[in-house]
């Protein structure tokens, strides 16, 4: 009878250790991106406790080939993990996965499948490897390393936007706050802080490279900003800096700013303080500050087709708070406000003239086009003068089918999307005339001898 009541409360033990254990009454969200053209990454945040129903001990992440739809692989990882990379797939291929989150009681019900397509071999910008971020109360500093093809392109695009809740059912999808936030990078960059983040907030961040045909994949994580801390009312904490900051090129020389105050502010904000520099300034005495009172500003005298760094600052009573996160800008062009420099002529024979320069100091734009003009006559308006259009490639160039024993005169501009600059100081030229004299001398010299010729034979 005693072995018998120790068998039953053995087993009543078992039945309750059971019964807190149970399946997860839910999936996580799959995140999908690519690397390289023959692997997928599968990222996933874990599930609350409320989900989970017990400690998660492993995932398991089912994948298909479209065209394969009846042939599934799988990979399992333990429960401490969150996300894993698929490998040796296909090129250009559109693969299909979804996961299930497992207990000691079993797994979950499958997530949707997620579909991702693999990149092409020859026209991939692959994303950015070691991405990491150090979150903090309001901030994120974002880290990462160059992709693989990195000398194909001209710069990151930077992203984030806030994502509403925790890790949600399959059928009951996250909501998402869409005001994304993004700015563009230099090549050189590495590393950017994300300011003005709300404590104890889910984020997600992306990062990817760019050029001028395409935009690469993007390398993602998403996670919180730490919780907020208490601290002593006498204790004073500067404001946090403004959110949203929007910038827009309204000429060649003016940028309307915008932005956003931020959503947590322990003083009151009085007004902002706006920096305003070219990219990769390096000189202190160049950087400009501006006041606004208003959540926008009017920037006004920059230079045509600039890129500039901007960032707001929050000010308080008796402090100033830290500076937001930079944007970029660029001031849209305008037509060259000098000419091309150093014209030189030079005279190849009695027909052409060789005409060489350097570009302008202050091209204001992409060059496209040079304007040559000359005439034989200086009084003419310049609608009168013969114009030579040439690749705002090139440096020199000729103008043929001159006439000998003429002065000519010579003056060029250069020409952006907006229009033709000034023009270079004239300068003259003169063609040599035909040289005659070598030529009559061999003629008569010809015929005197066939004239003494001639004589001898008659006499003869």
Known sequence: MAVENIWFFCLLSLGYCGLSVQVPSASPQLSLLSTSPTDIRAMWLPLSSQLSRGAITRYRIDYRALEQVDHIYSVEVGGNETQVTLRDLKPNQTYQLRIVAGTRAGFSQSSEWASHHTPNLTQVLFAPTELKVRAKMHSLHVTWQPPPNHTQITGYKLSWRELDG?????????????????????????????????????????????????????????????????????????????????????SSTSIWLRWEKPHFSNVRIINYTIRCSPAGLRNASLISYYTSSSQEIFLESLKP??????????????????????????????????????MQLSVLDSYSV???????????????????????????????????????????????????????????????EVGVGPYSPVKDVYTPPKKYGVYVYVK?????????????VLQT
């Open 444 to 456: 008569v010299f010809t015929l005197f001898v066939e004239c003494m010729v001639f004589l001898r």
């Open 305 to 342: 087709f600039t890129s500039y760094e901007i960032a707001v600052q929050s000010k308080g009573v008796d402090m100033s708070g830290p500076f937001s996160s930079t944007v970029e800008e660029s001031t849209l062009p305008d037509r060259p406000s000098s000419p091309p420099l150093d």
């Open 166 to 250: 925790e890790e949600l059912p399959n059928e009951e999808k996250p909501m998402i706050n869409e005001r994304i936030q993004q700015i563009k990078l230099r090549k050189r960059v590495k590393h950017h802080e994300v300011t003005g983040l709300a404590p104890d907030q889910l984020y997600e961040v992306k990062v990817w490279a760019f050029n001028k045909q395409t935009e690469g994949y993007p390398a993602v994580w998403k996670g919180r900003t730490e919780k907020l801390t208490r601290v002593r009312t006498t204790d004073s904490l500067p404001p946090l800096p403004p959110i949203s900051i929007r910038a827009r090129a309204n």
């Open 354 to 416: 060789l005409v060489s320069w350097r570009p302008p100091l202050e091209p204001n734009g992409v060059i496209l086009t040079y304007w040559i003009l000359y005439t034989g006559n200086m009084s003419h308006p310049d609608h009168l003068w013969i114009n030579l259009t040439h690749d705002g490639s090139v440096t020199s160039a000729e103008a043929q089918g001159l006439m000998s024993g003429t002065r000519y005169y010579f003056k060029m501009g250069a020409c952006t």
